[in-house]
Nanobody, 120 residues
Framework: QVQLVESGGGLVQAGGSLRLSCAAS????????MGWYRQAPGKEREFVAG????????YFVDSVKGRFTISIDNAKNTVYLQMNSLRPEDTAIYYC?????????????WGQGTQVTVSS
């Protein structure tokens, strides 16, 4: 049974930092792309950042470039999203996903999400 478990969310003031973790288990994820997505109240889920399982390629939505970084620890099957200089508009539920293919596809495996709240 595939599981993606996110952790690390919380409440932080604007300008602060958080590191999200996504622990993946239940299968081999070689050749998968791992992504972070977020959904704010009243908005559609959007792609935030992604990384190939090898760690060789990373992708970011323009609004987080220069503030967020993504990394992977293959030994721990864990993907991290380091979020710096957080803004109130970053407030959302953040989801981790594993996709065999495009990070923009709707399929793949998904975690339950972790809440990130940035106060002004």
């Amino acid at each position: 049974q595939v599981q993606l478990v996110e952790s690390g969310g919380g409440l932080v003031q604007a300008g602060g930092s958080l590191r999200l973790s996504c622990a993946a288990s239940g299968r081999t994820f070689t050749n998968y792309n791992m992504g972070w997505y977020r959904q704010a109240p009243g908005k559609e889920r959007e792609f935030v950042a992604g990384i190939s399982w090898s760690g060789g390629r990373t992708y970011f939505v323009d609004s987080v470039k220069g503030r967020f970084t993504i990394s992977i620890d293959n030994a721990k099957n864990t993907v991290y999203l380091q979020m710096n200089s957080l803004r109130p508009e970053d407030t959302a539920i953040y989801y981790c996903s594993a996709k065999y293919g495009s990070l923009l596809s709707t399929g793949g495996y998904w975690g339950q999400g972790t809440q990130v709240t940035v106060s002004s």
